[in-house]
């Protein structure tokens, strides 16, 4: 049997498999253009070296596009986590960023190492339909600011030709994209859009703006370094919160990504493995002077848009940037925004969930207001994190107060003279108030049965409704049984022996009554 570590090398070069080579090199040439300036442009905002950005899109792309969770996705130098550092460069150096991307590749392996990467299936479809079309409106609006450029320090829109220029080159961009996917897949139109583009600019000389012109592209291989901090609790403090956060948002949006490809390409990732290769991807990241990253959402799709499917498109993706780092770098400087701008945002419109547009007229209200919630955050904070967070927490909330309003209670009184309160729905936090409003202690006979079958006690709240409740009885001298507990219940009840007293006859055991008439402990 193949080993885990050996299975990505054995889909690489297994000609048996049926892997379109062509198609994955074109994609992967097409998602390093469109990596390049958008890795670039976080490094120069988080105040990092620009080349930190290039080493981070080399590194994290190839560690996870080989021993990732999934072929097709695609892993650089991302904004998401990149933004969390921001802090910690300006207040103590660019050391520390990386001694917190080793942390926090560290936090992420071990998450990936105790399988905990299966709580992404907790997040619902509405906040994954906010997520995505939130994620969609920021990489349209990240766009438009190329459409900006920089007069007597600040930033202003272009006006006249250049603005005249920009968009046009946009819009022939778009417009290439969209004639030539209808009549061949040979080539990524994506691809094609940007070489016939950067030809026409070039040919013609047209002042626009270009890759140079965000920062220089060219240097050596990435230097090994090792983070100049003190090896001490105090730096441990300082760093710990950075690295938790980055972690934290890098294995979310990963592990969403993963989701999104999953449902594309209708086959199924190993959600684990990708956390285990994008934390060790970040470990290398903070030794070899890459500002650390995680799969990127708009790249992938890119990637899966080109036609790739399996990992090569990842490896070349990767080789290439590294390629144009050490070699490359005077022609690619020279390619226009405008051609990348396009394809992004053609990106963006495919990225939206246009479908929940059409059926928002059949989802429940509460789907509704969890969707825009999500959507509304990650465009307002630009944290898909936090984003998918509170959609998470608002849909448990939610959910938790329709379980609420679940619990029943069936009453009657048998020929002995007994009341009998069958109880229907769980008893957790939530629905303890409705519980406890079904009983009457003063009305009730001497002798009470409440009867489990058809409920579960599922926390603490639950066992302290039931000692209230028992003990409301007692005070007015009643008796008063537990039927059909299940097991995990009876044992939930006796654990809780030590923190809550529930009093049933005289005997200190929980007491349940199998058969009427009779208890057993």
Known sequence: MKSDLQKPFIQLF?????????????????????????????????????????????????????????????????????????????????????????????????????????????????????????????????????FKTVINGEMVWLSGTPLYLMAGLVALTIAIVLILSKFTKAIPSSLAAIIVVFLIVLGFHIDTKTVGDIASVSGGFPPFHIPQVPFTLETLQIILPYALIMGAVGLTEGLLTLNLVDEITESKGDSNRECIAQGSANMLNGFFFGMGGCPMIAQTLVNLSAGARARLSGIVAAITILMIILFGAPLIEKVPMAALTGVMIMVAIGTFEWMSLKVINK????????????????????????????????????????????????????????????????????????FLEKFEPARDPEVVFIDFKD????????????????????????????????????????DAAAIIVVNILEDPTYMVATEKGGAVS
């Open 14 to 146: 297994d000609f048996s498999k049926k892997i379109n080579y062509k198609t994955e090199i074109l994609a992967g040439l097409t998602v390093a253009m469109t990596m390049m300036p958008e890795s670039l442009s976080f490094a120069i905002l988080a105040g990092f070296p620009p080349l930190t950005g290039l080493y981070a899109a080399f590194i994290m792309g190839l560690v996870t596009a080989v021993f990732g969770g999934r072929p097709g996705l695609i892993s650089g130098g991302a904004g998401a986590t990149v933004i969390v550092l921001i802090a910690l460069m300006r207040s103590h150096g660019l050391d520390y960023v990386f001694a917190a991307v080793v942390l926090a590749g560290f936090f992420q392996i071990s998450v990936g190492l105790f399988k905990l990467g299966k709580f992404v299936r907790l997040v619902p479809q509405p906040v994954m339909f906010g997520f995505v079309n939130g994620l969609a409106i920021i990489i349209f609006m990240a766009q438009l600011q190329q």
């Open 363 to 434: 989802m429940p209200g509460k789907d509704i207001f969890v969707g825009v919630l999500v959507a509304g955050i990650t465009v307002w904070l630009h944290n898909l994190a936090l984003a998918v967070l509170i959609g998470v927490i608002v849909s448990a909330l939610i959910f938790a107060w329709e379980s609420a309003k679940r619990i029943r209670a069936k009453k009657y009184i048998d020929e002995d003279g007994a009341k009998h309160y069958e109880i229907y729905g769980p008893l957790f936090f939530g629905s303890t108030h409705n």
């Open 455 to 494: 409920s579960r006690i599922e926390d603490m709240s639950g066992i302290d409704a039931i000692n209230k409740l028992t003990e409301r009885y007692r005070k007015i001298g009643k008796t008063i049984y537990l039927t059909h507990l299940s097991e995990d219940c009876r044992k939930l009840l006796k």
